[in-house]
């Protein structure tokens, strides 16, 4: 199965809010409630900062949301901070027992 | 909190096999899954596959199929994956991460182990 699909790139400034999408099939993201969106920093392992597609894990910042319309899902960092500068995936679970996961967006703090 | 410890990096020739392992500690009464997740240098995260301890299966992505293999030792704290049939393009940095049953996502993950195919 293809990787979902996310932009490549996505900045803003700071205080600013911005979107990452992650696009998949009906037999993925538009099927399951099971999408988990992880941040990673340079040479450090991938954290999770959503899962089940819109709940944050204890520790958290409530800047970060998520949500999810049909095959495609979303994830929202309002307030943008120097610190979320980062590499962000989103990982679906799919049918038979499987995960795939996004192809990765660069968030730059300009 | 459980932590994952995996082993240390490798050199392999094309053609051959590499078996990595996790080793688990911190554990309370729930046996987690393992997953094993990779990233080519500058490339994105894979999902290769999931061991399932309580059923003592596994699971793989398609593209794995026939060469990985995931197991587990008698004590039930370190966990394996073996891949074969090497290449160049199996160059990566190889992580194991946890999950708790039936949470379907992935945490904490272990340091990584690097893999690199080279003649």
């Known amino acids: 199965q293809s990787a979902l699909t996310q932009p490549a790139s996505v900045s803003g400034s700071p205080g600013q809010s911005i979107t990452i999408s992650c696009t998949g099939t009906?037999?993925?993201?538009?099927?399951?409630?099971?999408v988990t969106w992880y941040q990673q920093h340079p040479g450090k392992v991938p954290k999770v900062m959503i899962y089940e597609g819109s709940k944050r894990p204890s520790g958290v910042s409530n800047r970060f949301s998520g949500s999810k319309s049909g095959n495609t899902a979303s994830l929202t960092i309002s307030g943008l901070q120097a610190e979320d500068e980062a590499d962000y995936y989103c990982c679906s679970y799919a049918n038979t027992n499987i995960y795939i996961f996004g192809t990765g967006t660069k968030v730059t703090v300009l | 909190q459980v932590l994952l410890e995996q082993s240390g990096a490798e050199v392999e020739k094309p053609g051959a096999s590499v078996r990595l392992s996790c080793q688990a500690s911190?554990?309370?009464?729930?046996?987690?899954?393992i997953h094993w997740v990779r990233q080519a240098p500058g490339q994105g995260l894979e999902w290769m596959g999931v061991?399932?301890?309580?059923?003592?299966?596994?699971a793989y992505t398609e593209k794995f199929r026939g060469r990985i293999t995931l197991t587990r030792d008698t004590s039930a704290t370190t966990f394996y994956m073996e891949l074969s049939g090497l290449t160049s393009e199996d160059t990566a940095l190889y992580y194991c991460?946890?999950?708790?049953?039936?949470?379907?996502?992935?945490?904490?993950w272990g340091q990584g182990t690097l893999v690199t195919v080279s003649s």
């Open positions: 911190g554990y309370t009464s729930v046996i987690n899954y």
């Open positions: 061991f399932y301890p309580d059923a003592d299966t596994s």
């Open positions: 991460a946890t999950e708790v049953p039936r949470a379907y996502w992935f945490g904490p």
């Open positions: 009906s037999g993925d993201v538009g099927s399951y409630k099971f």
